[in-house]
């Protein structure tokens, strides 16, 4: 056993925690910079823009570290959103804790100071809830009158697309002049523009102009030109539906999505009507505009399956992807059914197959000869003796074979959807007699084949009736919305079609491979942020609102706080007496510790977003916000106007916004407010511990290594 | 052929407690563990240092586990109070500080042992005899219909374990939580010898502490495609719900003796014999109105779609840990062979249905007369939910104690500094024909029994981790805990708003001085008074039987590793 002391002033502990979550600082808020996690030993390469993938490439050896990860995975787990802010946080917290102690505030005051003012945020910021219900009405309204105006920005865009290195910012108010005048007269580019538009859903969540295909358009090229040149940042035009920051683009996706959406669906186009989620899946999305799309579709399908059977609006379970590489993003899109990838020999199966009935079998396990349910034992002393051996009884394998497809011809079987692996001997022979087999299928795919068709998941063959093979379904090679078949690579797409089957498979296209992992964790984000909004019932108001209010209530209470009168008032009967007396000293010290954490969070935002030059603009902006929010009286109600209008950096410098349109960018509750508490959590439980026991066999390398002398062995 | 190696001799330590290793290594045992003691205790990370799973954690259980002492009388001290925490779950560290504190302020006074020995037990005898007796001040009967507190002593558990990170909402809510399911254990109607039930818990790790909850019953993890939809179970004409209880497997692998082994004809599948006879044990489940099979093993998957098919629910795999509350729920008798079993076996139950949270999935077993319950417990992340789960068994032992003999005794330090001041104005106050009957001095006497007061006294001041003054009152011997760069304020009172436990406050002089200081003269001290007043709500309260144990036990070690003259270590 070792034991090392961690420096009480320059917490160990805190250093790390404030060390790792500096990697995560580009990855948040809507516009991600990606990061490459090169590993030095074996030279690959990792792609990444979300901080669960981030932190699981790093080194994490040190226990902060260990215990940043576990608290991380536990979000990821529990909510698939809000891991950037969460590690954002543990670092800003981390840094500002420390400073506390070199301040010699005591522990246990950092700890119930901290903990209580972010109860009371909690508390308070309870007044930005909005519920669905109202949120609908309020993105409906808005999107009815956004229409007027898709022609004229999406023209605007594309113009800014076409010189990325100018864009424009202070001398706005020309080119919106120029602009306007243009939309009046209809020229006949605007249609040829919108022939393209599923190239600009591309743009969205990637920075890549590179990738962008557009016929250069001279004249609004001069329009452009007369306005002010700015360099400072081209990708700031990539973000069109931020929380942070407000343009009007989102009224130009709505406009890409009515006109796209007959190519980019292979279903044929589900109406977008008012009531429907739509407007708050886009809402939530914060500007990704090729996954809002699909979850657009994907709720409009589910919706209207709900209005015939009465089931839930939005089911998560009924949503599989399928990842397809060497199909550029506009592709994407969604399907009913289940669409997965098979080999080129399987391919052939399914020509065959095609237009003809399907009778299906689902296995909850293996496929193979060995395979027994778990907890089956083998029993390994038994022996098998042959009393007359012939010769054309082969081996075992081979009777298995056999006597397997028996059964599967014997039921006219002609799909097999496996949860686990297949034998590969099987596989062949199944393709020979033109049985379609697939593994590794996920339990939610067999359900809903369960439901749709009839079918009942077996265990083994043996137990194989009539009664649990399905019906009804027909396979088909997958086809892009272009007509185009699939002769990409090695695996090739078929949609399995069951007339009445709930599921719906989003496939997500890309040609670049290191993507595929970031555009499906993306993907399951939002499709987990609108779950999460519809079973909660409501939503917080974006754009930062949420923290500019707990800053702003925080600096009421440390205000408060150094007012001698109320410290007697309140009734701490759950901290030692002697605590209350020692807060009041360095209760306000504390609270602008826990402060500093969202001050940071919304200026990094802001710089991120690229919407301020620097870090002292951005909190030259935020103290001009809170200034003002203070000398209105209430602050929440000024934040609820401010942002109900245009966010944080409103009226500054944006062309696009019109004052009377609804803001549109929403949040999750539970999922943001859970990531304060356990990145919180995380910092208090890393600066109240003093030592770390190290225990196993690692006592005597330590004794030996040079970091001994930190040790004491007892 | 080996090679025969000689025997090393023996190695002889004498008077072990002389050496300096020992002192440090004793100093440095008592430093780790007063600094995880009470509310605002530190923590310490447990961790192989190798990547491995990272245990956050202030219990003295998991330190003194994880410390692999090597010195033989840091082995017999940590054994004792290891010992002592597998009896009682609470109090470990009060022991174990305690008992570091006696040792090292008996050896200052250099007495021979066998004095300061004899001593320390006459006042060990002394604290137990006042702890029990009527006239103790620092003690409360706890009264089983007014719930305060039940819920103070929980409260105070949930309290001194920092690494769970609760909230006060949090705590508040765990509180009741857990009086609740202790209640649903306490059997309704007493016989001759009431038998406690028993809680179960069941792990959610990742949600909100919040979403705690108790049910009535239990719950048992199934996978969510196991069950039909809605579940549908059947039921006698009398309208209850029959169960069998299976402990053996029925997975249908077969008998495997340990050795020797079974030669059979080819074509014959041993495999396919015994499904035969578990789907023979269906039918007979079937034929007999079985509703629910649950088997702590495997059910072979063959097994469990003819029972589906015949609307039976079928739950397996649900663990040893499970049988016994099961059957004591039920009142079925747990079938240890499928070749044959009678009716009698068979329990009964009100009703079955599935609750689902988180993405598990569960079948809700809802009994006739419920004495076991299932605490389904929620904490944020893998380290918090751990120390939470021992942080319930500790409560739950202790309210087990108290059931037993409802007492509990003044927290926060108090009791300590209580009894201290009790102990000082005892021994100024001993009849000389005592002196005589322990053969010592009164000058012997005073001094070891200041050491014990001191030893008492230091364990208050152990739950102060921020540099701060602890003071005492000389009225009723509380402890007060004074943040620190105040001590020159004039008026005491205005630094003081309450006790450590929460019973006195600051409105009436009470004579406070500064614990443990150097300079201050022992005040003659007069024996302590018990609290006029007695608010139950919000007291810091501990465990009766729990701190009257690690008193004894603490003593007696210390006395144990005084006694030790010498070591003999093999060291083959």
Redesign the interface.
Known sequence: ???REVNARRHV?LQQLSALALAGRTLLGPMKSYKFVVDESTNQSVLTCSAVRLIESLD??S?AG??LN??IQ?QN??FKTGMSTLLFLVGAWSNAVLECLQQNV????I?SVM??GL?SCCEKVQCLQLSIPDVNKGLCSSSVRTNIFENKTSQIRSNSFLNPQVCFQKGISTSEEAAVPRNTHSYPEDSCNFSNSCLFSTLTGFGSIASLVKPVDGKSKSVISGSGVMTSSCNKKKLSHSRYFNTLAKSNFSSQLGNSEGCLSGQSAYPCECNDFGHLAMALSHGNQTSTKLLQNIVAYQQQRAECSGSSQFNITEIVTCCLLGLPESYSCVCSGFITLVSPEQATVIKYLQDKPLWILLM??DLTEHY????????????????HPSLQEGRSGDLWLSSVLDILKYFEVNLILVKGNVCEKLMERCITNNILVIGSVS?NV??AFGEGCGA?????L??LDARYLGSGGQVELWRACDGRAMELGELVPVRIKVQGIPLLTAMLTTTVASKMQLIEDQFWTFVYRLHHALNEGKVFLGGGAVELLCLSHIQMLAEQSLKPASTNAEKE??S???????ST?YKSVVLQALASGWNRYLSVVLCNTAKVASGFEAYTLIKCHLKKAADCGSPSAYILKEFRRGGMVQGSSDPFTDPGEGLNVYDNVTAKM?AW??AL??V??VL???????????RNQ?LNSYVSSEF??? | MSRVEAKKPSLYISEPLTKDIVHQ?LS??RG?LK?CYG??G?????????????C?TSRSSA?LR??????PV?KVLTASVQNHISRVSDCGLFTAILCCSLIENFKNINFLSCTVIKISKHLLSLCTDYLKSEACGCRVSVDFSNLETLFCLVRSIL?SK??C?L???E?DHLTTLIVKAFLLTVPCHVETNAVLGKCIIVPV????VVDSTVFPGLLLETPE?QLAKPLSVKRTPSNIIKIALFCV?M????F??E????????GIS?EMSELDQLLNVGRQLVNDEIGLVVCQ??I???LK?YLKENHVVAV??VGLSMMEPLSQMTGSKPIASIHSFSPSCYGSLKDVCTESF?SKHFVHLIPNDTLVCSLMLCN?????WDELKCAYETAERVLQLTIKEPLALLG?GCTETHLASYIRHKSCNLSTSSFKAIDCSQTQYQLVADAFCRSLESVACSLN????DIFTDVVYGHC?????GFSSVSNWSD??????C?INDNTQNLNWRVLQSQFSSPVLQSCPKEPSVKATD?LTLDCFAAKCSGLQVAVETANLILDLSCIIEDQN
């Open positions: 056993m070792a034991f502990g994490l050896s226990a260990q215990l576990e608290t536990a787990k529990e005591p522990v246990s005051v700890v903990s209580e109860n909850d396990g027994r349910h778990l907890g089956f034992n083998r029993s390994r002393n038994v022996r098998t003796i042959l009393e339990h067999l359900r009942q998941p077996v265990s083994y043996t137990q009967f759950h030692p007496s002697w605590l209350a007396a020692a000293e859970e508490r356990r959590d995380l208090l439980l109240q511990t003093d030592a770390e026991i190290i225990t196993g066999p690692r330590l004491m062995f007892l | 290594s440095v045992l780790v600094s509310p605002a530190r923590l310490k990370q447990l961790h192989n240092g190798m990547g491995g799973y990272v956050t330190v994880c410390l692999s002492v090597s010195h840091l309290m920092p690494a990170m909230s006060k909402t705590i790790k990742g949600r909100r495609n497997s997975s249908g692998d077969l495997n003796p050795e020797g082994s079974i030669t059979v004809r080819h041993l093993k495997v072979h998957p063959s779609q397996d795999r988180a944020r992340s893998e380290t918090t926060g981790h921020d540099d701060g007060w805990f004074v943040p620190s630094l003081v708003s309450k006790c450590g929460g919000f």
